[in-house]
C-alpha cells in the first residue's frame, strides 16, 4: 500500500514523483532505514587509510603502464591497475549513481514479487542472479574484442576497457536494469517506444531485433571456431548442459534453497566433465562421436539455442549460467593470481605499428574508432541492455540489489577483457598473427602461416615451423593455424601462464582446453539468454497485432517468436563458418559496430527517462550524457568507414564490388567462383545492415535528445514506471550481508522457508 502522498525525502534531497511505501507493520522490516545506510557511509580513519592505499597502489600501476615503460613491461602491473579502479569506481562512482540518478527503494517491491509465476518472474538469491546476469553478459565479447585488438599494442586497449566500464559500460548497465525493474521488467526496445514516442520506439525495436540477430550470430561463431574438430572441447561443453538440468531440479524440487549445497556438487561434476574431455578424446569411439566440423557444430548450437530459449529459466538458463560463473570468475581470478605469481614481461609495444597505420592482418581500420568498436563487451556492451532488461530484472529480489548485479556484474566482464588482453599479448607476436590470420592468408597451412607472419616485417618476430607444429603438439590439438575468433588465443595465452604457475609444460593440453570450455561456456550462456530476451522483444511487438503473444505463458507464442529469431541468427552464423575470408575476421566489426550502436541506444533512453523523473534529477544528466556523446560518434565514424571507405579492407561495399569486378570479368586471382559468390553475398549482407543500423540510431537519439530537452524545459514528464507496490520480503544489497541485514534475515527465514516450500508444489 502506498501513503496519499506522491512525493518524499530522501538522503539525496527531494524525489520528484517519489511515493511513499507503507509496509505492513505485522511482517518483520522489509528493508534497513535510510540512518543505516548515512552511517555506513561515514567515514572513519581504517577507511581513508584503506582508500589512500588502493589509489596509491592504483596511480602507480598506471606509472608503469602509460608513461614508466622500457622494452617490456610486467603483466603485473595491468592486475593492479585494473582492480584499483575498479575497486574506486564501484565504492564512489556508483553509490554517486544510486544516490542521485536511481534512488532505490527497498520497501517497494521488485516485479519477481509481485508477479512470481515460477517461469519468468521469480525471487532469485543475489549471488545466484549476480551469476546468472554476469554469465548472461560476458559472452564473446570481453574475450574475442582484446585478443583482436591486441595487434594495435596493449596501452590503447588497457585504457579503453578500465576506464570505459567505470563511466560508460557499468552506468549503462546499472541504469538500465534499474529502469526496467521499476517498469515490470520491460525491454529496452519497449521502454524506448513509452518514452520516446512512436517513431524513436520503433527504430528502436527495429533495430534492437536486428542487432541482435547479429550479436548472438557472432557469439555462437565463436564457440564454433573454439570447438572446431576438438572433441575434448565438444565434449566437455556438452555436458554441462545436463549438469545444468540436474541442478535446476535440485534446487528446485530436491534441497530448496540449499545453494552452496548444489553449488560444490555442480563444480564437482563440472571438473569432472572437463577431465573426462581428455580421456574421451583419446578414444576411438570419442573421436567418431566428438570430433565434428564446424558446420555441423554450428547446426547443434542452433538446435540448443531454441531448446534453451523456451524452458523454464529456473531449469537450465538459471543453474546452468550460476555453473558457469563458478568457472568464469575462478578462471579469471586463478589467471590474474598466477600473473601476480609468474610475472610474465610482455615485449608487445604500448601502440604497434597497426595502431598507427590501420592496416593490421587480423582487422583493418584506424586506431579511433576501431579499437572502441572492436573491444566491445569489455568497456561498453549494447547487449548487456537487452540482458539488464530482458531476464534479470524479472528475478531481482530487492531494489538495491541493482547495484551490486548491475554496476559490478559488469566490473566484473571489464577484468575478464583484461586479463583476455594479457594472455593474447603474453605469447609470442608471431604465433599470435599466425592464429588470428584469416584462411585466405594462410592458407591454413603451417607454410602459409609462416610465409605470411615473416612477411609482416615486424620487429622482433622471425616464425618458424617448428614454432606452431610444437605449440599444437604441446595443447593436443592437430593445428593451430588460422584458429580465428580469439577464444583459441585466449586458451593458449592462458594455458602458456598456468602451465608456468601449476604443473609444468605436461599440462599445457589440460589447460589449452580447461579454457576452451571455460570460453564456450561463457559464450553459450550469452546465446541461451540473448535468444529468451529476442523473444520477449518479438513477442511484444507482434503484440501490438496479435495481444494474445504478450502472453510470455502462452506456449505457441514462446515456440513461434523463439523459432524465428533462432532462425535469423542461424542463417548469419552459417554466413559465418562458411565465409572464406573468416567469419570472425570479416563479421566482428560489424558486431562491434552494432553492439555500440545499441549501447547507444539503449543510453539515450536512460537519458530522456531521468529527464522525465523532475528537476532535481537535471544536473547529473551529464553521468548519461558523457558516455552517450562519445558513443554515438564512435559508432558513427565506424560505421561510416564500414559503408563509404573506398580501401577494400575496410568498407563492406569496397570489398563488395571488387570481388564483383572479378567474378564478371572471369579473374580467380581472388579465388575460386564459389568463394567470389560467398564474399559478394557477404558483404553485401554486412553493408546493407550498417547502413540499416546507423540509420536506426540516429533516429533514436534524435528522438531521445528531443523528449530530453522538452522534459527538462517542463520540470518532469510523464512517469511510466508501474505503479509501487509494499514489499513482503527481505534480502541484503550486496554479496555480503552486513550484521543489521544478518539479523534481518535470521527474522524473515522461516516466512522465505515457507515460500520455497510452496513453490515446489
Same mark, same amino acid.
Given at each position: ?139 564473446? %565479447? ?57 517513431? %524513436? ?341 507482434? %503484440? ?189 544489497? %550486496? ?27
Amino acid at each position: 500500500m502506498t501513503a496519499p502522498s506522491s512525493r518524499r525525502r530522501d538522503g539525496a534531497g527531494l524525489v520528484d514523483d517519489e511515493p511513499v511505501i507503507v509496509t505492513d507493520p505485522k511482517l518483520p522490516s522489509v528493508a534497513l532505514s535510510e540512518e543505516h545506510h548515512e552511517k555506513a557511509n561515514r567515514w572513519t580513519l581504517p577507511k581513508i587509510i584503506l582508500w589512500a592505499a588502493i589509489a596509491l597502489l592504483g596511480a602507480v600501476a598506471w606509472t608503469m603502464l602509460a608513461i614508466v615503460r622500457g622494452e617490456t613491461v610486467n603483466a603485473i602491473w595491468f592486475v593492479f591497475a585494473a582492480v584499483c579502479t575498479y575497486l574506486i569506481g564501484y565504492r564512489f562512482y556508483s553509490k554517486v549513481i544510486e544516490k542521485y540518478i536511481t534512488r532505490p527503494d527497498d520497501r517497494r517491491a521488485t516485479p519477481a514479487e509481485v508477479k512470481q509465476d515460477g517461469k519468468d518472474y521469480v525471487p532469485t538469491d543475489r549471488r545466484v542472479l549476480y551469476g546468472h546476469h554476469f554469465a548472461a553478459i560476458a559472452g564473446a %565479447g570481453p574475450l574475442v574484442g582484446p585478443v583482436l585488438a591486441a595487434q594495435m599494442g596493449y596501452l590503447p586497449g588497457t585504457i579503453w576497457i578500465i576506464v570505459g566500464v567505470v563511466l560508460a559500460g557499468a552506468v549503462q548497465d546499472y541504469t538500465v536494469l534499474f529502469f526496467s525493474m521499476r517498469r515490470g521488467g520491460r525491454t529496452i526496445g519497449q521502454m524506448a517506444r513509452q518514452e520516446l514516442g512512436r517513431i %524513436g520506439g520503433t527504430a528502436a525495436i527495429i533495430a534492437s531485433l536486428l542487432i541482435m540477430l547479429i550479436i548472438v550470430a557472432i557469439l555462437a561463431l565463436v564457440v564454433v571456431n573454439a570447438l572446431g574438430e576438438s572433441p575434448w572441447g565438444v565434449f566437455s561443453v556438452a555436458m554441462t548442459i545436463p549438469i545444468a538440468l540436474f541442478m535446476g531440479v535440485y534446487l528446485r524440487y530436491l534441497r530448496p534453497g540449499k545453494v552452496t549445497e548444489v553449488s560444490i556438487i555442480g563444480f564437482v561434476l563440472l571438473m569432472a566433465a572437463i577431465i573426462g574431455g581428455g580421456w574421451v578424446a583419446g578414444t576411438e569411439w570419442g573421436q567418431a562421436i566428438f570430433h565434428l566440423d564446424r558446420t555441423t557444430i554450428a547446426w547443434g548450437i542452433i538446435v540448443y539455442g531454441f531448446i534453451a530459449a523456451v524452458l523454464p529459466v529456473w531449469l537450465l538458463l538459471a543453474p546452468r549460467d550460476y555453473l558457469s560463473t563458478f568457472m568464469k570468475i575462478g578462471v579469471i581470478v586463478m589467471l590474474a593470481g598466477a600473473i601476480v605469481l609468474v610475472r610474465p614481461e610482455i615485449s608487445v609495444p604500448a601502440v604497434s605499428v597497426f595502431g598507427e597505420n590501420g592496416m593490421g592482418p587480423v582487422f583493418a581500420g584506424p586506431l579511433f574508432p576501431f579499437l572502441f568498436v572492436t573491444i566491445a563487451c569489455g568497456a561498453l556492451s549494447g547487449f548487456h541492455a537487452l540482458i539488464a532488461s530482458g531476464t534479470t530484472p524479472k528475478l531481482i529480489e530487492k531494489e538495491r540489489q541493482t547495484r551490486f548485479i548491475g554496476y559490478g556484474g559488469m566490473l566484473m566482464e571489464s577484468f575478464v577483457a583484461i586479463m583476455a588482453l594479457v594472455a593474447a599479448i603474453s605469447i609470442d607476436q608471431g604465433i599470435y598473427f599466425a592464429m588470428n590470420a584469416p584462411t585466405a592468408a594462410t592458407g591454413s597451412t603451417v607454410e602459409g602461416a609462416v610465409a605470411f607472419v615473416n612477411s609482416l616485417g615486424l620487429t622482433g618476430v622471425n616464425l618458424t615451423p617448428e614454432m606452431l607444429t610444437g605449440t599444437a603438439a604441446a595443447v593436443g590439438e592437430e593445428s593451430i593455424v588460422s584458429r580465428t575468433g580469439g577464444a583459441p588465443t585466449l586458451a593458449l595465452g592462458l594455458a602458456h601462464i598456468m602451465q608456468q604457475a601449476l604443473g609444468g609444460q605436461a599440462m599445457m593440453a589440460f589447460w589449452y582446453h580447461f579454457a576452451i570450455m571455460f570460453e564456450a561456456l561463457f559464450i553459450l550462456t550469452a546465446v541461451d539468454a540473448g535468444t529468451r530476451v529476442a523473444r520477449f522483444m518479438l513477442q511484444d511487438s507482434i %503484440g501490438a497485432w496479435f495481444p494474445k503473444f504478450r502472453d510470455v505463458s502462452w506456449r505457441p507464442g514462446v515456440w513461434i517468436c523463439t523459432a524465428i529469431m533462432v532462425a535469423g541468427w542461424g542463417a548469419i552464423l552459417i554466413l559465418g563458418v562458411t565465409d572464406p575470408l573468416g567469419g570472425i575476421n570479416t563479421f566482428f566489426p560489424l558486431f562491434g559496430i552494432a553492439n555500440q550502436l545499441l549501447a547507444a541506444i539503449a543510453l539515450a533512453v536512460v537519458m530522456a527517462i531521468v529527464a522525465k523523473r523532475g528537476r532535481s534529477y537535471v544536473k547529473w544528466l551529464w553521468i548519461i550524457g558523457l558516455p552517450l556523446a562519445f558513443t554515438a560518434v564512435v559508432t558513427i565514424t565506424a560505421s561510416l568507414y564500414k559503408i563509404a571507405s573506398p580501401v577494400p579492407a575496410i568498407g563492406y561495399w569496397a570489398n563488395h564490388f571488387r570481388y564483383v569486378a572479378a567474378r564478371d570479368s572471369g579473374d580467380t586471382s581472388l579465388g575460386e567462383p564459389q568463394v567470389l559468390d560467398a564474399v559478394i553475398r557477404n558483404t553485401a549482407v554486412q553493408g546493407t545492415l550498417s547502413i540499416i543500423f546507423v540509420t536506426l540510431a540516429i533516429v533514436v537519439m534524435v528522438a531521445a535528445v528531443i523528449v530530453t530537452i522538452k522534459a527538462i524545459r517542463n520540470g518532469g514528464g510523464e512517469n511510466t514506471e508501474e505503479a509501487p507496490v509494499a514489499s513482503r520480503r527481505f534480502a541484503p544489497a %550486496g554479496f555480503l550481508p552486513s550484521a543489521e541485514e544478518r539479523e534481518l534475515e535470521k527474522q524473515w527465514e522461516p516466512l522465505l522457508a515457507d515460500e520455497r516450500k510452496a513453490s515446489t508444489h
